[in-house]
């Protein structure tokens, strides 16, 4: 069964303060992973799609990164509007996990001014 | 402009009172999944459908149904709301499910 894992929990920062978030993946074959933002009492929004190792994305002050086992959300000179939870998924790789998104219990970024 | 359009966004109401929250979704999206958000617990998925007709269970899918009739509607269906469910629920959807998915912007029920 896929599973993700993202560390830490919570993370408050400093504005420009730039660190990084962790989401840990065990799938049997990897077919892309998510990021996503989540902003209180709202949906989820889309972030990044990331296919291989080695893979990065960016946009504005993100950039997301990936390797075998794990991948990063780095924010660099984070402002207070980038304060959400963010989360990260993988789709279905087969088996007892067919058709189910899995996603990881997020971290919730506070960016103070 | 695209969107998953969920309704109603909040509701209250009473233990075993059936109720149904629509989800509907204007980019004609073969793949549609109902999730619970509770604190904690991060989000589970209920159901999901890979296509018209075609359902199937996630991890939490007790005391939930659902149909998928026609291509943009997946409503949620609770015969006899408990008060466990009471939960922030989100209607998702894409085009296959190994594509990222668009979010509704929540419905909060509240089972007293």
């Known amino acids: 069964e896929d599973q993700v894992t993202q560390s830490p929990e919570a993370l408050r920062l400093q504005e420009g303060e730039s660190s990084s978030l962790n989401c840990s993946y065990t799938?049997?074959?990897?077919?892309?992973l998510f990021w996503y933002r989540q902003d209180p009492g709202k949906g989820p929004e889309f972030l990044f799609t990331?296919?291989?190792a080695g893979e990065e994305k960016e946009k504005e002050r993100l950039k997301a990164t990936l390797t075998k086992k794990e991948s990063f959300l780095h924010i660099t000179a984070p402002k207070p509007e980038d304060s959400a939870t963010y989360l990260c998924?993988?789709?279905?790789?087969?088996?007892?996990?067919?058709?189910?998104?899995?996603f990881g219990q997020g971290t919730i970024l506070t960016v103070h001014p | 402009e695209a969107q998953v359009t969920q309704n109603p966004r909040y509701l209250i109401t009473v233990t075993g009172k059936k109720l149904t929250v629509t989800c509907s979704q204007n980019?004609?999206?073969?793949?549609m999944s109902w999730y619970r958000q509770d604190p904690g617990l991060g989000l589970r998925q209920i159901y999901y459908?890979?296509?018209?007709?075609?359902?199937d269970k996630g991890d939490v899918p007790e005391g939930y149904k659902v149909s998928r009739k026609e291509k943009r509607n997946f409503p949620l269906i609770l015969e006899s709301p408990s008060p466990n469910q009471t939960s922030l629920y989100f209607c998702?959807?894409?085009?296959?499910?190994?594509?990222?998915?668009?979010f509704g912007d929540g419905t909060r029920l509240s089972i007293l």
């Open positions: 998702a959807s894409s085009f296959a499910e190994d594509q990222p998915q668009h």
């Open positions: 799938v049997s074959g990897l077919r892309g």
């Open positions: 990331l296919y291989s």
């Open positions: 998924a993988v789709p279905p790789s087969g088996g007892t996990s067919y058709g189910k998104l899995t």
């Open positions: 980019m004609n999206h073969e793949y």
């Open positions: 459908s890979m296509n018209v007709e075609v359902t």
